[in-house]
């Protein structure tokens, strides 16, 4: 049987671990599966998706900075890709028609509470962040009904405005938005979806938002400790892992969204770390 056609699209996608890992998820279920990536023009990434599926292709993933395009080209949406305001899964339905997903909250919450065995229920969340990644997390976080969920953000009325947008999903959940500066208590799990680190800047925490059990998680993965994980460990937190747990879930969940099947991932991820 020939291989059907799935990719990863994005701009620059050169370095994109989603080739590997998809590959890897075929091998294991034995799903005919080929998996490449595009680097759609940065003016071009509709014409790059029609493309792709005109020819044949059966799904893509959706990488920075085409996340939102994609939201907005997709024709149906999933229920956790409609508030997300962003897709990083595409694929079409039987009526032919677009459809737009997000796994990425999934992806998270799945290696927190499955692989790591944190526990959000009732849990003190303090999620770092108020950007596109954030919004994609913030409703399957919610769904775990954590006791607060606290956004700080360094711009606060861009936290102000995904407290009013998620307010209705959080249930019991105490949602609030705040500076950087401003929580002076210890938080159960924090969650770091800034993009700091990638200019080597450490949002400007308090030391006592770390207490002798928070356990930190922080959405980038880099081979060594993120700059964010090592001031954390600096400051007593128990445990800190990186966001490559995340990406191979979030990739595992496209693969069951697209072909009905759910791959191990736990030998993919220590696949992908002795690379
Ligand atoms: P992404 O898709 O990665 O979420 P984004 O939507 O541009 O990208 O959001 C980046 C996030 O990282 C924002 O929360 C941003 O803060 P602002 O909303 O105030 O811009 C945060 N961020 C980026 N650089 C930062 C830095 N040097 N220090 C603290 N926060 C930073």
């Not at 998996?35 to 993933?61: H, W």
């Not at 962003?86 to 927190?112: F, I, K, P």
């Not at 999620?127 to 990644?133: D, E, S, T």
Request: glycine fraction near 10%; include cysteine.
């Amino acid at each position: 049987m020939n291989n059907e056609l799935y990719a990863v699209v994005g701009h620059p996608i050169c370095h994109s671990k989603s080739p590997r890992i998809h590959s890897l998820f075929a091998a294991q279920t034995g799903e005919s599966v080929e998996y490449t990536s595009v680097q759609a023009p940065l003016d071009g990434f509709a014409a790059t998706v029609r493309q792709f599926f005109a020819n044949g292709g059966k799904g893509l993933n959706v990488t920075v900075p085409f996340k939102e395009q994609a939201w907005a080209l997709a024709e149906c949406r999933a229920a956790r890709a409609e508030k997300a305001g962003a897709a990083n899964t595409l694929y079409q339905n039987n009526e032919g028609q677009l459809v737009a997903d997000n796994t990425d909250g999934h992806g998270l919450v799945r290696d927190l509470v499955a692989n790591h065995s944190v526990q959000l229920k009732d849990a003190r969340v303090l999620v770092l962040g108020a950007g596109g990644a954030v919004r994609g997390v913030l409703g399957p976080l919610l769904e775990q009904q954590p006791a607060s969920l606290t956004i700080a953000n360094r711009t606060v009325a861009k936290a102000d405005a995904l407290v009013e947008l998620f307010a209705d999903e959080a249930g019991a959940a105490t949602l609030s938005a705040c500076g950087f500066e401003e929580p002076g208590q210890p938080f159960d799990v924090i969650v770091n979806g800034t993009s700091a680190s990638l200019q080597g800047d450490l949002p400007p925490l308090r030391a006592n938002v770390i207490g002798a059990s928070t356990v930190v998680y922080d959405m980038m993965y880099s081979l060594q400790t993120t700059t964010f994980n090592q001031w954390a460990l600096d400051n007593g937190a128990i445990r800190v892992f990186d966001g490559l747990g995340m990406l191979v879930e979030q990739a595992a969940e496209s693969f069951r969204v697209w072909r009905g099947v759910r791959p191990e991932t736990a030998p993919v991820i220590d696949a992908l770390r002795d690379d």
